[in-house]
């Protein structure tokens, strides 16, 4: 096995689309609310309650997808309060969604330190199971890489398609693409800015939590302290990436996982000359660098960070 | 319902808003005491006897506050002219690690000599880590609050490596951690015996000097007018990127401190859990503060009160210590939002 051969492995490959699931969920929704004219840095602390609704409400008996609508629910939580304390009192978006994180983290971890006192080893749960579609599943490479996998990537896929033709396609998603750009002229429709915008914020955390979810879920089994890692600040860096468009930003988040994975698998290879950590910094590092490569072609939603107030100029 | 500017700026808010934020963590946490089954006059009890109960609890409490003062001036600093740095964690890290090159023997100087040196060589460090991203926003405009908090993850990985190789402890039994700083290298303690050391007054003094920085210099100017509306400071004549550069400088030299303060004043040596997210809570002490640096003596402290009182609490009454990182979200969130009401006012219509 060399370096190169690794790339035409399917094993790659289906790791890399397991990787990019939850980052799929949380870009998602860090889009949605980032058109709409709302950064949310809630994110790594939404996923985090996502990642424990789902799989405390699987652990005490609920279905599989109860415990997705669960996440999806509490993740809608906390962004109609990331959404109320930024749109209609317009606080800083940094500093607010700074702070939904930490609160976010902290309720979460109270609560499993309520749920489970005293446990040693984290309770486990039945997860998804891969399930796979006949026919296409038999695709060399690609077949196992994108049909042999959890019915939650189906739906971070499936996600996407459906995010970018409501965005693209419907007055609801033009409504949101307008407000993002230019909330007066939302408002001269007799649309209200602050529902709207605090409904985007609230959909996108809902997405965000999916991501979180998609962890305990289907990655693992089980949930631990700090198991989001950063990954939420990634899925920022990606929307970037991906310049605002759900299409750009699945393709962007599969090649990060892609990236992601081959370093894992280059570890075992390389390992013996460089220090395990060094591999584990390249996702950051192939992020800030990511957003520098963009930065001059970025093009942000032009009130984004800019809160509305009525007649206000 | 809908908000009004102000034309002045509400005096009587100013004073009320971190009462009403330290009044709402409280509210919270009663909820969630009875939410753990514990009554929450019990759980507060405790957390005021953990605090401040006996001299060796607010003894504990002032030790705690000491790293908390630096991150917090760090961020009151830097978000005074509105550059995010949410890398406080990574700027302390950096701080610790020039502590344990500089400290463990490298340099055989008498301690007058070798502490100030490891500080200056710490801000350093900090301050140019902090550079890059500043330099990433004002030439590419580049998100600095995404960059600083993906470098905090680099560099705690950073320490991992150099703590498996480098800097390791051969005589450690394998465990990731660094040799101890030598005698000279280390911080006095403040009396005999307790744990609370000069790193203290450090920061007192740091304190004082970046509120006279604020308050009496060009600089201190010229920051707030950078932050107030930079097109304005440009047109003003003031360099809004030289500002940016030098808040950046300032800001990450005083979060390495918090660095340097826990390795040569408390710990000794450097670990992966040297800060429990120190750089993170930096930025809720900063904000409780209003931002100001004498603010941030006092936010500090009462931040570190509830982390201590909670652990002291947790191992008496059984509530999660998490309780304490509930109530200072809390915190934050009520007093930005209490914040808003010195520059408008609610009209009910």
Same mark, same amino acid.
Not at chain 1, 181 to 195: F, K, M, S, W, Y
Not at chain 2, 253 to 272: D, I, M, P, Q, R
């Given at each position: 096995?060399?370096?190169?051969?690794? /790339?035409?492995?399917?094993?790659?490959?289906?790791?890399?689309?397991?990787?990019?699931? $939850?980052?799929?969920?949380?870009?998602?929704?860090?889009?949605?609310?980032?058109?709409?004219?709302?950064?949310? #840095?809630?994110?790594?602390?939404?996923?985090?309650?996502?990642?424990?609704?789902?799989?405390?409400?699987?652990?005490?008996?609920?279905?599989?997808?109860?415990?997705?609508?669960?996440?999806?629910?509490?993740?809608?939580?906390?962004?109609?309060?990331?959404?109320?304390?930024?749109?209609?009192?317009?606080?800083? &978006?940094?500093?607010?969604?700074?702070g939904i994180t930490l609160l976010a983290t902290s309720l979460t971890y109270?609560?499993?330190?309520?749920?489970? $006192?005293?446990?040693?080893?984290?309770?486990?749960?039945?997860?998804?199971?891969?399930?796979?579609?006949?026919?296409?599943?038999?695709?060399?490479?690609?077949?196992?890489?994108?049909?042999?996998?959890?019915?939650?990537?189906?739906?971070?896929?499936?996600?996407?398609?459906?995010?970018?033709?409501?965005?693209?396609?419907?007055?609801?998603?033009?409504?949101?693409?307008?407000?993002?750009?230019?909330?007066?002229?939302?408002?001269?429709?007799?649309?209200?800015?602050?529902?709207?915008?605090?409904?985007? /914020?609230?959909?996108?955390?809902?997405?965000?939590?999916?991501?979180?979810?998609?962890?305990?879920?289907?990655?693992?089994?089980?949930?631990?302290?700090?198991?989001?890692?950063?990954?939420?600040?990634?899925?920022? @860096?990606? /929307?970037?990436?991906?310049?605002?468009?759900?299409?750009?930003?699945?393709?962007?988040?599969?090649?990060? @996982?892609?990236?992601?994975?081959?370093? #894992?698998? #280059? &570890? &075992?290879?390389?390992?013996?000359?460089?220090?395990? &950590?060094?591999?584990?910094?390249?996702?950051?590092? #192939?992020?800030?660098?990511?957003?520098?490569?963009?930065?001059?072609? @970025?093009?942000y939603p032009r009130a984004l960070m800019i809160p509305y107030r009525k007649?206000?100029? | 319902?809908?908000?009004?500017?102000?034309? +002045?700026?509400?005096?009587?808010?100013?004073?009320?808003?971190?009462?009403?934020?330290?009044?709402?963590?409280?509210?919270?946490?009663?909820?969630?005491?009875?939410?753990?089954?514990?009554?929450?006059?019990?759980? %507060?009890?405790?957390?005021?006897?953990?605090?401040?109960?006996?001299?060796?609890?607010?003894? *504990?409490?002032?030790?705690?506050?000491?790293?908390?003062? %630096?991150?917090?001036?760090?961020?009151?600093?830097?978000?005074?002219?509105?550059?995010?740095?949410?890398?406080?964690?990574?700027?302390?890290?950096?701080?610790?690690?020039?502590?344990?090159?500089?400290?463990?023997? =490298?340099?055989?100087?008498?301690?007058?000599?070798?502490?100030?040196?490891?500080?200056?060589?710490?801000?350093?460090?900090?301050?140019?880590?902090?550079?890059?991203?500043?330099?990433?926003?004002?030439?590419?405009?580049?998100? +600095?609050?995404?960059?600083?908090?993906?470098?905090?993850?680099?560099?705690?990985?950073?320490?991992?490596?150099?703590?498996?190789?480098?800097?390791?402890?051969?005589?450690?039994?394998?465990?990731?951690?660094?040799?101890?700083?030598?005698? +000279?290298?280390?911080?006095?303690?403040?009396?005999?015996?307790?744990?609370? !050391?000069?790193?203290?007054?450090?920061?007192?003094?740091?304190?004082?000097?970046?509120?006279?920085?604020?308050?009496?210099?060009?600089?201190?100017? *010229?920051?707030?007018?950078?932050?107030?509306?930079?097109?304005?400071?440009?047109?003003?004549?003031?360099?809004?990127?030289?500002?940016? =550069?030098?808040?950046?400088?300032?800001?990450?030299?005083?979060?390495?401190?918090?660095?340097?303060? *826990?390795?040569?004043?408390?710990?000794?040596?450097?670990?992966?859990?040297?800060?429990?997210? %120190?750089?993170?809570?930096?930025?809720?002490?900063?904000?409780?503060?209003?931002? !100001?640096?004498?603010?941030?003596?006092?936010?500090?402290?009462?931040?570190?009160?509830?982390?201590?009182?909670?652990?002291?609490?947790?191992?008496?009454?059984?509530v999660p210590n998490y309780i304490a990182n509930v109530m200072v979200a809390?915190?934050?969130?009520?007093?930005?939002?209490?914040?808003?009401?010195?520059?408008?006012?609610?009209?009910?219509?």
């Amino acid at each position: 096995m060399d370096a190169l051969g690794i /790339v035409f492995e399917a094993s790659l490959w289906a790791a890399a689309i397991r990787i990019a699931s $939850p980052l799929i969920f949380a870009t998602l929704g860090e889009l949605i609310c980032e058109r709409a004219g709302v950064l949310n #840095l809630g994110i790594e602390g939404i996923m985090t309650v996502g990642a424990f609704a789902g799989w405390v409400s699987v652990y005490n008996g609920a279905d599989l997808w109860t415990g997705v609508a669960v996440a999806a629910l509490a993740g809608a939580a906390f962004g109609v309060l990331h959404g109320f304390l930024t749109v209609p009192l317009g606080l800083s &978006q940094h500093v607010t969604g700074i702070g939904i994180t930490l609160l976010a983290t902290s309720l979460t971890y109270y609560a499993y330190r309520i749920a489970f $006192p005293s446990v040693t080893s984290p309770p486990k749960i039945e997860t998804f199971a891969p399930f796979a579609i006949p026919g296409l599943s038999q695709i060399p490479i690609l077949g196992d890489a994108l049909f042999n996998q959890t019915p939650l990537t189906y739906l971070a896929f499936i996600s996407v398609i459906a995010v970018a033709y409501v965005l693209h396609r419907t007055p609801i998603g033009l409504a949101v693409r307008t407000v993002g750009e230019n909330p007066a002229a939302v408002e001269a429709q007799g649309i209200d800015v602050t529902l709207l915008r605090i409904g985007a /914020v609230a959909v996108g955390s809902a997405f965000m939590a999916l991501g979180g979810a998609f962890l305990t879920m289907s990655a693992f089994n089980s949930f631990y302290f700090d198991m989001v890692n950063g990954r939420g600040w990634i899925c920022i @860096a990606l /929307v970037v990436f991906g310049s605002w468009r759900p299409g750009k930003a699945l393709l962007g988040a599969i090649l990060f @996982a892609a990236f992601d994975a081959y370093q #894992l698998r #280059l &570890q &075992q290879l390389a390992g013996a000359y460089l220090p395990y &950590q060094v591999f584990l910094m390249l996702p950051y590092i #192939l992020s800030i660098l990511a957003l520098i490569a963009m930065s001059r072609r @970025a093009g942000y939603p032009r009130a984004l960070m800019i809160p509305y107030r009525k007649g206000e100029r | 319902m809908r908000l009004e500017p102000r034309t +002045e700026a509400a005096r009587s808010v100013w004073a009320i808003a971190p009462l009403v934020a330290v009044v709402a963590s409280f509210v919270i946490a009663a909820l969630l005491a009875l939410l753990g089954g514990a009554s929450p006059f019990a759980v %507060f009890a405790a957390v005021i006897k953990g605090a401040a109960g006996t001299q060796f609890a607010f003894l *504990e409490t002032l030790t705690r506050a000491t790293p908390l003062i %630096f991150t917090g001036l760090a961020a009151a600093v830097a978000f005074r002219a509105k550059l995010w740095n949410i890398g406080g964690e990574a700027q302390l890290y950096a701080g610790a690690i020039m502590a344990i090159v500089l400290g463990t023997g =490298a340099l055989p100087l008498p301690a007058p000599i070798l502490i100030p040196m490891i500080m200056a060589a710490a801000m350093l460090a900090g301050a140019l880590l902090l550079l890059g991203p500043t330099f990433l926003k004002t030439r590419f405009g580049v998100d +600095e609050v995404v960059t600083t908090l993906l470098l905090n993850f680099v560099m705690v990985l950073f320490v991992s490596m150099l703590l498996d190789g480098a800097l390791k402890d051969p005589m450690g039994l394998g465990w990731p951690q660094s040799k101890k700083v030598i005698a +000279e290298a280390q911080l006095p303690k403040l009396i005999q015996g307790k744990r609370l !050391h000069l790193g203290f007054l450090i920061a007192i003094g740091a304190a004082l000097l970046v509120w006279f920085i604020n308050a009496r210099t060009t600089f201190g100017y *010229e920051m707030r007018a950078v932050g107030f509306n930079p097109r304005a400071a440009r047109f003003a004549g003031i360099p809004v990127n030289r500002v940016m =550069a030098k808040t950046a400088l300032l800001s990450g030299g005083l979060a390495a401190l918090a660095g340097v303060s *826990e390795v040569a004043g408390l710990k000794g040596n450097l670990t992966l859990d040297l800060s429990p997210g %120190f750089g993170y809570t930096g930025i809720v002490v900063a904000m409780l503060a209003m931002l !100001h640096p004498i603010g941030v003596i006092a936010a500090a402290i009462f931040v570190a009160a509830m982390f201590v009182g909670a652990d002291a609490m947790s191992r008496t009454v059984g509530v999660p210590n998490y309780i304490a990182n509930v109530m200072v979200a809390t915190a934050l969130l009520t007093m930005v939002t209490a914040m808003l009401f010195t520059r408008f006012r609610l009209k009910w219509r």
